[in-house]
């Protein structure tokens, strides 16, 4: 199947300071893709979508300045965390689906696991 | 956007099949049933997907009704590396309108 990747995997940073996570689809293209947030032992929430060529959508509650997303191709979409906190330590996946319009799967990345000390 | 309801927990031997079902009672027309696995700190794994009646792959099968409002995830034989999350997603199947929001999961607990 498809492959999304995510990097890095794990990262620690300290407060204040910015981290950017890039997700890329390895072997298809996406117009789309989409950002989540997990908490332990919860869901996943969906964060924003990601548009190639356009400004990402940020679901309600999500804050667009402190979450800054980039779609710079159809193979590349990066998320930045910006000033980051504590409470920002999270596990941020990343998803894409191909763009055809038999392509009904999402592939997630393997996820990247962000500390903020 | 079709909301899902699965049991948050199940509890399982090695050697049994597995039946979780999930509710989507508002599901759209244009709606495919999409189920998804994960593992602690990795991202969600495809299993499996469907449209309508029953489909079934190397892993599992997917059991859907006439009305569509419900779909079964089968699990047959599970092993302890079965234990997992278990995601039922319903989702346009146009990849312009593809977001998928999750529910809550059921978390699948094999016991040898």
């Known amino acids: 199947g498809a492959v999304v990747s995510q990097h890095p995997s794990r990262v620690i940073c300290k407060s204040g300071t910015s981290v950017k996570i890039e997700c890329r689809s390895l072997?298809?293209?996406?117009?789309?893709m989409f950002w989540y947030r997990q908490f332990p032992k919860q869901s996943l929430m969906l964060m924003a979508t990601?548009?190639?060529?356009?400004?990402?959508?940020?679901e309600q509650g999500v804050e667009k300045d402190k979450f800054l997303i980039n779609h710079a191709s159809l193979t590349l979409s990066t998320l930045t965390v910006t000033s980051a906190h504590p409470e920002d330590s999270s596990f941020y996946i990343c998803?894409?689906?191909?763009?055809?319009?038999?392509?009904?799967?999402?592939?997630f990345g393997q996820g990247t696991r962000l500390t903020v000390v | 956007l079709a909301k899902t309801t699965q049991p948050i927990s199940m509890d399982s031997y090695e050697g049994q099949e597995v039946n979780i079902t999930c509710s989507h009672n508002n599901i759209a027309t244009n709606d495919y049933i999409t189920w998804y696995q994960q593992f602690p700190s990795q991202g969600p794994r495809f299993i499996i997907q469907g449209y309508k009646t029953k489909v079934t792959n190397e892993v599992a099968s997917l059991f859907i009704p006439a009305d569509r409002k419900s779909s079964t995830l089968s699990l047959p034989r599970v092993s302890l590396s079965d234990t997992a999350v278990y995601y039922c997603l319903v989702g346009d199947i146009n990849p312009n309108f593809n977001k998928f929001y999750f529910g809550s999961g059921t978390k699948l607990n094999v016991k040898p």
């Open positions: 990601s548009n190639e060529g356009s400004k990402a959508t940020y």
């Open positions: 072997d298809f293209q996406a117009t789309t």
């Open positions: 998803s894409a689906r191909g763009q055809r319009s038999w392509d009904t799967e999402a592939f």
